[in-house]
């Protein structure tokens, strides 16, 4: 197994390895360890003979390619991705109901609304190869150029807050769907998985250094509110992307 095997293995299996670049750094390490604890292993941060059959084993249930984890299916239609030089994806909330409307087509390039299904935007994701003018996905202030907006549809209404989600809380079903449309795009437009390329809205501010006048979506997950700070679901984002490339 070579080093980005182990990286893909352990985020599949829900170690976070850090980023999947070949390189065995502190965060690969621990991700091995955590590994080798979970499977009653000598705990010592080495992939041999027994760890390397542990990963072997988990392999059918767990691997990108196993169906009922990740589904190969392309879910972006190709026609949704013309060909443009992009360099990062934002994924957002639209702060309204499960449905998509004619404000929120305009902002993003893709919506998952509450069925879920993707819905296109009203821009090709090429209106934001640069944004000079008022025609393109308007989703993050100032940092629109070479951006793709991914939005899920959904925490609407008066008084949501990280307590109270409303009455249109994000479904697991739909965090799924954008994790694998980001993946897509991600592989398509060769956008490498970073806290800077691929991150939420509510990271743009912390990561980009881009003002954003408290945008906090995506600072809470409904379906797991373990995850109640925008760098933890930025973190989960960018692992379940990278397990599905
Ligand atoms: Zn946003």
Redesign the pocket.
């Known amino acids: 197994m070579t080093t980005i095997e182990i990286q893909r293995q352990l985020a599949a299996l829900g170690f976070d390895p850090g980023p999947i670049d070949g390189i065995t750094g502190p965060r690969t390490r621990a991700a091995i360890r955590a590994f080798q604890s979970s499977r009653g292993l000598l705990v010592d941060g080495i992939v041999g003979p027994q760890t390397r059959a542990a990963f072997v084993a988990a392999r059918p249930s767990s691997s990108p390619a196993a169906p009922s984890s990740s589904p190969a299916a392309s879910i972006v239609p190709a026609a949704w991705m013309p060909r443009a030089a992009m360099r990062r994806v934002?994924l957002?909330?639209t702060a309204g109901a499960y449905g998509a409307n004619g404000l929120d087509q305009n902002a993003y390039h893709l919506l998952i609304d509450g069925t879920p299904k993707l819905v296109r935007g009203k821009w090709p994701i090429s209106a934001n190869v640069n944004c000079p003018r008022g025609a393109y996905a308007a989703?993050?202030l100032n940092a629109n150029t070479g951006a793709i907006g991914v939005?899920i549809c959904c925490m609407g209404g008066p008084g949501v807050n990280m307590a109270n989600h409303g009455a249109w809380p994000m479904k697991r079903e739909q965090w799924e769907m954008a994790v694998q449309a980001v993946a897509e795009l991600c592989r398509f437009y060769s956008i490498p998985v970073t806290d800077k390329t691929v991150l939420t809205?509510a990271e743009v501010q912390p990561n980009l250094g881009i003002r954003q006048n408290g945008?906090w979506?995506i600072a809470t997950l409904s379906f797991d509110r373990s995850f109640d700070t925008a760098r933890k679901v930025g973190d989960r984002l960018r692992r379940e992307v990278a397990a599905r490339l």
Request: glycine share 0%.
């Open positions: 934002h957002h909330w989703h993050t939005s809205h945008k979506d």
